[in-house]
T-cell receptor, first 111, second 117 residues
Framework: GDSVTQMEGPVTLSEEAFLTINCTYT??????LFWYVQYPGEGLQLLLKATKADDKGSNKGFEATYRKETTSFHLEKGSVQVSDSAVYFCALSEGNNDMRFGAGTRLTVKP | DAGVIQSPRHEVTEMGQEVTLRCKPISGHDYLFWYRQTMMRGLELLIYFNNNVPIDDSGMPEDRFSAKMPNASFSTLKIQPSEPRDSAVYFC???????????????FGQGTRLTVV
């Protein structure tokens, strides 16, 4: 079945460092891909998404490119801030089924 | 719209007691999802509904868990009897379509933190 694998955390960075959180997926068809973010004490919020190969999703300085050839959707940000500290979830949905989430990666950004 | 509303935010109960978690989805959303989040297993889909009808409950861990959606604006997740291993954060989410279709996304509530002692 469909699944998502993302890099294990936790990840700790200094402010203004470059962030990469790896995500790869397994799917039978052509899924849409998502990154959700969960701030402390809150529910998940959509950060960005891409619905077809080579699409790039972007929001709040974060980017991820849908790579069909490598079945990946890595999350990147050029310069992280303390306020980016959260848990990040990679997810996929093939549209005919529910959404599948990765295990989540906890990011802590230190000033 | 106020978003997906879950209650209670926190619940502490004794083993063996019945627990009921509640969710009000966003108005007009046809899909409702219940997820469980734990450190060990991450975010797991328990069940989802389409137009109040349960579509896939394969994620429900065992018969102690049951979910209902009596109308478009209300759903419950019940655990009876509860056990300490049920301690987790339970999230409800809703979407107008299945996420991935029509460029839609799932909107999450703030979750219910359940502790069974």
């Amino acid at each position: 079945g469909d699944s998502v694998t993302q890099m294990e955390g936790p990840v700790t960075l200094s402010e203004e460092a470059f962030l990469t959180i790896n995500c790869t997926y397994t799917a039978t068809g052509y899924p849409s891909l998502f990154w959700y973010v969960q701030y402390p004490g809150e529910g998940l919020q959509l950060l960005l998404k891409a619905t077809k190969a080579d699409d790039k999703g972007s929001n709040k300085g974060f980017e991820a490119t849908y790579r069909k050839e490598t079945t990946s959707f890595h999350l990147e940000k050029g310069s992280v801030q303390v306020s980016d500290s959260a848990v990040y979830f990679c997810a996929l949905s093939e549209g005919n089924n529910d959404m599948r989430f990765g295990a989540g990666t906890r990011l802590t950004v230190k000033p | 719209d106020a978003g997906v509303i879950q209650s209670p935010r926190h619940e502490v109960t004794e083993m063996g007691q019945e627990v009921t978690l509640r969710c009000k989805p966003i108005s007009g959303h046809d899909y409702l999802f219940w997820y469980r989040q734990t450190m060990m297993r991450g975010l797991e889909l328990l069940i989802y509904f389409n137009n109040n009808v349960p579509i896939d409950d394969s994620g429900m861990p065992e018969d102690r868990f049951s979910a209902k959606m009596p109308n478009a604006s209300f759903s419950t997740l019940k655990i009876q009897p509860s056990e300490p291993r049920d301690s987790a954060v339970y999230f409800c989410a809703s979407s107008p379509e299945l996420p991935g279709l029509m460029n839609t996304e799932a909107f999450f509530g703030q979750g219910t933190r359940l502790t069974v002692v």
